[in-house]
């Protein structure tokens, strides 16, 4: 059994021998929930991508993705959670700045929500912003639990002002579904193996050495989809010309980066991961790492019916995009493939100095291959969680983590509870962009800042589902 099952299981158990001396019966139970300011059921979900074609999975009140969730920030709120499933689950307010014990990680010991329990959450939302809340369970090799579910959603974090000018803004929560293993990269890679002196190389001796195995199993998808339907299928999005529409953007997949276009139009980015930018910048193409957020405004100016979606065409074809239908247009939806620009953090940056930090992280990432049929797993300094060395901090200074990814993978870099400050991106200094999730593009080094000002263990982690599970994550601990 892995560490992360145990507390969750153990904590299950503490939690549900609570819930039934809090709730010796029903009717007290409901009272109590409707006692609540939100109310989240996690519970089978059939969504209809498209006619005929119906995914069965776990979402939250009845949906994938879940309602969005909209909080005043520094007005304390509770969330009654009821688990209608069979195992114990977890809910993390992704981005938000609250205590370990309501976070949502097993890690950081927060009490699982038991199978067929429930538990209250109570927080002062904060920073405003575009945030997010979604399972932190582990999925391990289980591709129907933790984020290849339906178990997230927006939610939304208003300040006491909220300046913008736009007349009308959309939420797009990127997802894939009905996912299997795929071992063709692994297959490729087996047949043609070369060490660096040209000599071939059997899987045998792959499996003498970590470094030198083939790849271990990757995770494909069928089908795609934004928020809850596939291109073509559900309502456009309907705008006249001449509007300013504030899209926000999510990518919620377990494991996949992605780049969105909409063809003749410009993003103009207000926000990444609900941080205002240090400088707003207009680019073409979208790219979002898992978990990451961009907040755009998008000037409607090009009249017809167009396609916002993901640049691969297989996967937009196979359903992520969105119709946007301009009043008085009609006739099919039209695509048109952007120019291959590279997106770079520090376009939306400022080229300040930042402070020098109290203390220097250097953390280097590593993949072990699987090897055929195996499970890749991940190593932060040379070791896996929950062997992982803790990264040990002191309230209230200042920490440069160097991301150093020594891996053929991207990364989307996670740090729960705190925001943190982008400093240099490979190589090239920057300020003023603050995130909670940034990619590491592999063979790449990026370095963060954050002050460390959340007292409490907080979880550091790859988000992409697969890496985190087998070991890509440590943690944050005050000393």
Request: net charge negative; aromatic share 8%.
């Amino acid at each position: 059994m892995e560490r992360r099952e145990f507390l969750a299981i153990t904590s299950a158990a503490a939690l549900e021998a609570g819930s039934r001396a809090a709730f010796p019966n029903f009717a007290q139970a409901a009272q109590s929930a409707a006692l609540a300011d939100f109310t989240i059921r996690i519970e089978p979900v059939s969504v209809e991508l498209a006619p005929g074609r119906i995914v069965k999975t776990i979402g939250y009140n009845g949906t994938a993705p879940g309602p969005i969730l909209r909080m005043r920030e520094g007005k304390t709120i509770s969330v009654e959670v009821i688990n209608h499933t069979e195992v114990p689950e977890l809910v993390h307010w992704h981005g938000q700045f609250v205590p370990s014990g309501v976070d949502g990680s097993a890690e950081e010991g927060t009490p699982a929500v038991p199978a067929h329990g429930r538990r209250r959450y109570t927080f002062t939302p904060r920073p405003a912003g575009t945030r997010w809340y979604h399972t932190h369970a582990m999925a391990g090799r289980n591709l129907h639990r933790g984020l290849y579910s339906g178990q997230f959603g927006f939610l939304i974090v208003e300040p006491s002002n909220s300046p913008g000018s736009y007349d009308q803004e959309v939420y797009l929560a990127l997802h894939e579904w009905e996912p299997f293993y795929t071992n063709e990269e692994e297959e490729e890679e087996e047949a043609g193996c070369m060490r660096p002196d040209g000599a071939r190389v059997e899987l045998a001796s792959y499996r003498a050495g970590a470094s030198e195995m083939a790849n271990g199993l990757e995770v494909g998808y069928h089908r795609f989809s934004i928020n809850d339907k596939a291109l073509g299928h559900g309502e456009p999005i309907r705008v006249k010309q001449g509007e300013r529409v504030l899209m926000h953007l999510l990518n919620a997949s377990a494991t996949e980066s992605r780049r969105i276009a909409l063809p003749g139009h410009k993003f103009t980015v207000v926000a990444l991961d609900g941080n205002r930018v240090a400088a707003q910048a207009s680019v073409e193409v979208l790219e979002i790492g898992p978990a990451e957020r961009v907040d755009a405004i998008v000037k409607m100016n090009q009249p017809g019916v167009w396609i916002l979606g993901t640049t691969n065409d297989e996967d937009r074809e196979g359903g992520m995009g969105v119709v946007v239908e301009y009043a008085g247009q009609n006739g099919a939806a039209q695509w048109v493939a952007p120019p291959k620009i590279a997106w770079d953090y520090t376009s939306f940056g400022k080229q300040e100095a930042t402070p020098n930090p109290d203390e220097t992280v250097h953390l280097i990432f590593k993949k072990i291959p699987g090897g055929k049929g195996g499970m890749n797993s991940w190593t932060i300094n040379g070791k896996s969680y929950p062997q992982a060395d803790p990264i040990v901090v002191h309230e209230g200074r200042r920490y440069r983590l160097i991301f150093d990814n020594q891996s053929d993978d991207a990364h989307p870099l996670h740090l729960h509870r705190h925001s943190f400050e982008l400093t240099k991106v490979k190589g090239k200094s920057t300020s003023g962009v603050r995130k909670d999730t940034v990619m590491v593009k592999r063979d790449t080094q990026v370095e963060v800042d954050f002050v460390a000002d959340n007292p409490g263990l907080s979880l550091l982690h790859c988000h992409q589902q697969l890496h985190m599970d087998f070991g890509f994550m440590t943690l944050v601990m005050y000393a």
